[in-house]
């Protein structure tokens, strides 16, 4: 095994060995020893990329194809609007809870193994989903969607992570795993727009199956895994740590919004939520089989990478709530509409992604590629935080999205690169779900946070422009572009502390050779 650090997309695996993670500079050339000879290529293997990017492409589309549903749907069921969260928040909390579980079952049980198991599970809670007879139907096939989605999201990018391993073609793969990574939450918005107009509501969930019968199908034929890790154990406490403290986070972060963040109950999730992780960090350097091994995060550039997609995330995933109520609302866009003004945004995520930073990867820092793309993300929040009223799609929002899906693009492709290259195999499940669950994290928090700032900017340009009752609705529209405006700023600050973690922590040189991961 060779012992160079992992830092780009082409690193070998990372002695097992946490002391090698932390003892070296990772700016520092270090003399690789003499690297095993690589096997044959897998002829099957861009067949496996179709079949991994299926699969990303639905859970990606997950996210967002049912919120632009979710109205028709709490009419058809009679739904509360005190309920209504919980079509969103029992995915979230199923998904972002088990990542970390899903992620160790991959790499003990096979990831191949895992990844058709999170498949059929997957289509099965989408199908009880759309035929869901009544709210608590709905909310169970949300958090069973979630719960096989824990397994298929890490199993899928781990799954990826060992099947390319020479440097093009892995900038290549990545490339195109960054596209719908970063695009498909504005695809989902499209097709939700559209299955919603069209044909109703419960397709928003149908279009899984689908999706997932396809992939299943392929899945037998075109990817190769090992069986999994023999004489391993789960870690059962550090599972109880884990999910529940990330569990706590994520129904925390989602209770902030309705309730406040001073409420008892928001607080008391949170604490627990830091309690519980803290001690899972804990029992984690102590356990034999940790669910999480400690040497995964240690490393600079890993952490470094990790953070990049955290604030990334953060900054970025209000953009769709805020455009979404912006076109809508105040420029009067239907669903269908408002869905096709995403569709600059997802062009320039695949451009950035597969046409530049996977042609630039195999030759340019990646944290150069990182940097530059958050600084073109934070121009575009600039641009959108100047909108008004009267502003019209074209001269104003499309240069905006443009330079915000180009830089979502040369960020997120990097990021899954870097952040799961070196990994030894044994391990590549697991190093997948924290990069998942960073980026879960991130939209939970990015989300709610920004949404308070816009809506206590918005309380506040009210409260001193409402004079003229007669005039009540232009002032309503002003203020909530003003706190989109409020947002965007912060948004765009985020980004830039993005691209400067990026910068001081992610390694400026590529490697010439790729390595093979550890044998599992």
Not at 341 to 346: D, E, K, L, M, R
Request: proline share 7%; aromatic share 8%.
């Amino acid at each position: 095994m060779s012992k160079k650090r992992p830092g780009g997309e082409s690193l070998p695996s990372a002695p097992s060995t946490p002391s090698t993670a932390t003892d070296r500079s990772p700016d520092r050339e270090v003399p690789a020893a003499t690297p095993a000879p690589n096997p044959a290529p897998d002829p099957k293997r861009w067949w496996a990329l179709a079949v991994i990017a299926l699969a990303q492409l639905m859970v990606i589309l997950d996210g967002t194809i049912v919120n632009i549903a979710l109205p028709s749907a709490q009419r058809a069921l009679g739904m509360s609007d005190a309920d209504r969260q919980w079509v969103i928040t029992a995915y979230t909390l199923a998904f972002g809870g088990l990542l970390l579980l899903g992620g160790r079952i991959a790499d003990l049980v096979g990831r191949k193994r895992t990844f058709v198991i999170g498949l059929a599970g997957f289509a099965a809670a989408s199908a009880l989903g759309g035929a869901a007879a009544g709210p608590g139907m709905l909310f169970a096939a949300r958090a069973l969607q979630g719960a096989f989605a824990a397994l298929l999201a890490p199993s899928a990018l781990s799954l990826l992570t060992t099947t390319f391993t020479d440097p093009k073609e892995r900038a290549r793969a990545f490339g195109v795993y960054g596209a719908l990574a970063g695009g498909g939450s504005a695809v989902g918005l499209i097709v939700g727009g559209l299955l919603t107009e069209y044909l109703n509501w419960r397709w928003s969930l149908y279009v899984n199956v689908p999706i997932a019968l396809a992939a299943l199908l392929g899945a037998p034929a075109f990817l190769r895994d090992h069986s999994g890790r023999r004489g391993g154990h789960l870690d059962v406490p550090g599972a109880l740590l884990g999910c529940g403290g990330l569990v706590a986070l994520v129904y925390g972060f989602s209770e902030a919004e309705p309730r406040g963040w001073t409420s008892p109950s928001v607080l008391t999730l949170l604490v627990a939520g830091v309690i519980l992780l803290a001690a899972f960090v804990w029992w984690q350097s102590r356990a034999a089989s940790p669910l999480l091994p400690l040497r995964i995060v240690k490393d600079r550039v890993r952490a470094g990478s990790l953070a990049t997609m955290g604030l990334a995330t953060i900054g970025m995933f209000g953009v769709f709530l805020f455009l979404t109520y912006y076109l809508q609302v105040v420029l009067g866009y239907p669903p269908v509409r408002t869905g096709l003004a995403f569709v600059p945004i997802s062009a320039g995520i695949v451009i950035g992604a597969t046409q530049i930073a996977a042609r630039l990867l195999p030759r340019t820092a990646p944290r150069t590629l990182m940097s530059s793309g958050m600084v073109l993300a934070a121009a575009g929040m600039v641009l959108l935080s100047s909108l008004t009223v009267h502003a019209q799609y074209v001269p104003h929002v499309l240069p905006a999205l443009l330079l915000l899906g180009l830089g979502m693009g040369l960020t997120f492709m990097p990021v899954y690169a870097t952040a799961t290259a070196g990994v030894p195999a044994q391990d590549a499940g697991v190093a997948s779900a924290v990069l998942n669950t960073v980026q879960q994290m991130g939209a939970s928090l990015g989300t709610v946070l920004l949404n308070t700032i816009a809506t206590g900017a918005t309380s506040r340009y009210v409260h001193s422009h409402l004079h003229d009752p007669a005039h009540d609705g232009a002032t309503l529209n002003e203020g909530m572009v003003h706190g989109f405006s409020v947002a965007y700023w912060c948004s765009a600050g985020v980004l830039l502390l993005a691209a400067l973690v990026a910068g001081l922590t992610v390694r400026h040189k590529t490697p010439k050779h790729a390595g093979n991961d550890a044998p599992a």
